[in-house]
């Protein structure tokens, strides 16, 4: 006897206006656990566009949910850091540990090539293992550890500095 079988449709869109909302209720989850992020509140529309890059702004969708997102900010207002982009990755807490991360990072990675990112970077808590080995599965490397970088709630966070280099823009 055969038995049917649910239909998974997933895929990579981009952020937008219209979406904003799901993707500001995945990052509250994550601030909620408070090893995600030094924020309290998620930013409005207006912000969060005017802070990241016009490329590489993803949400994984599944079924018609958003699951996960990822989003790069640029580093500096320099020009020699142009090529040089901070990685911001969520995942909803009912997808965490399914993979959706690592498919973001990985496209993440390749938008950022084909838009002449060198270097992509990020700063994670100590105690963010989950995102720490991610990003390690995803080619970056650590390269620093800031100690007291900042206050959440009254309480000093350290962060870990990963970063990668590409191996085929800027070389």
């Not at 409005?44 to 900010?73: C, T, V, Y």
């Not at 990003?135 to 650590?142: A, D, Q, S, T, V």
Request: hydrophobic share 45%; aromatic share 8%; net charge positive.
């Amino acid at each position: 006897m055969l038995r049917a079988q649910a239909v998974v449709r997933m895929e990579i869109i981009e952020i937008n206006s219209e979406i904003y909302p799901e993707i500001a209720k995945i990052y509250e989850e994550g601030i909620a656990t408070g090893i995600a992020t030094f924020e309290i509140k998620a930013k409005s529309w207006q912000m969060w566009d005017e802070s990241h890059l016009p490329f590489g702004r993803l949400a994984i969708i599944e079924n018609d949910k958003i699951l996960a997102w990822a989003a790069l900010s640029p580093v500096s207002s320099r020009c020699v850091y142009a090529g040089v982009a901070e990685v911001s990755i969520y995942v909803a807490l009912k997808a965490r540990g399914k993979g959706m991360g690592y498919h973001l990072l990985e496209k993440l990675v390749e938008i950022s090539e084909e838009n002449k990112i060198w270097t992509l970077q990020s700063g994670i808590f100590i105690e963010n293992i989950p995102s720490i080995s991610l990003h390690k599965k995803c080619g970056f490397r650590i390269i620093g550890y800031k100690e007291k970088i900042g206050q959440l709630n009254g309480i000093w966070k350290d962060n870990l500095l990963l970063e990668r280099r590409s191996k085929t823009v800027g070389i």
